[in-house]
């Protein structure tokens, strides 16, 4: 009886302990802050943009390329260099989001497409506040948490997306209007998005993200840009790096922005943002209105003091992390 209560017990301390570490401001952001400030402090300084630059962003979602790169996409628009951003999906899979927002516990297939048409606007809206150009905003409208089937089971038979029961891009205005849901016209799609854009830089999830979604499109940019011997112009991020990273969750503008636990042995660089730069990104975090109802502490938790980038997709295979 006492071995179970001590069990018990101690199972209780360590959720308590974690709980802290997770959600709690005061002497949690110290003790980050404390720990973590000189350790970023000493990471290499990515390099800066420049006019030249033509810059192309993969985000997997709507809210992806706010969290990962809000504060360099304002950089490179400063330089003057030319910014784009790209979504591969319109983020209609995500049914906690629909349930809240339709408040009905089964929204079903139309509200889920309701749901990526209002995330797509809420994307243009967080471009907005970034400074980026509506003209240079690309949507390709797969499907939200199927883009890792189209390559491993429906590279060229289609796909029908279980959560709005479609089976090709839906959305008015994407880059292939009608398309049917494989991973060959989702390749396709990027090859032509890569010949319209031109980049320098390709800014892209690392396939070491725990999403399947951010992983599919990172080895699908080392893919396409292998194919074209492009590759140097890949830079990577990840926003789902484990572990509940980052730590801890709500706004916390004072504290560094550590390299995330699935990144552990990747070659990162950081990012330094400006305070103009840190309200911004903010903004746009909060401009994703429908995630914030549910991700809010996930997702101000990114916005802090600096963003990272990796040169590198992957790092030694002896130090790559199991999914």
Known sequence: MRRRFK???GLLLVLLVLALAINAPGLTALFYQLSYTPRVAALPQAPAFSATDRVLLLSPHPDDETLCCAGMLQQAVAAGAAVYVAWLTSGDGFEWDAVLLRRTPDPGDAAMLELGRQRMNEARTAAEVLGIP???????????????RLFLDYYYLPFTAPHTGVD????????????????????????????????????APSPLDAHPDHWATGDLTLRVLGKRKELGKARFWIVHGGLEWPLPKGLHKNLPLEPPPRGRGLPWQRVNLSPEQIEAKLQAARAHHSQMLILGRFMEAFVRQNELLSPLPLPEPSDHPVR
């Open 7 to 9: 069990k018990r017990y």
């Open 168 to 203: 090709r891009v839906p959305y008015p205005g994407t880059l292939s209007p009608g398309a049917a849901y494989t991973g060959e016209n989702l390749e396709r799609d990027l090859e032509k998005l890569l010949e319209e854009t031109r980049p320098t830089v390709v800014l």
């Open 134 to 148: 509506q003209a240079h905003l690309r949507f390709l409208g797969y499907p939200d948490q199927g883009l890792l």
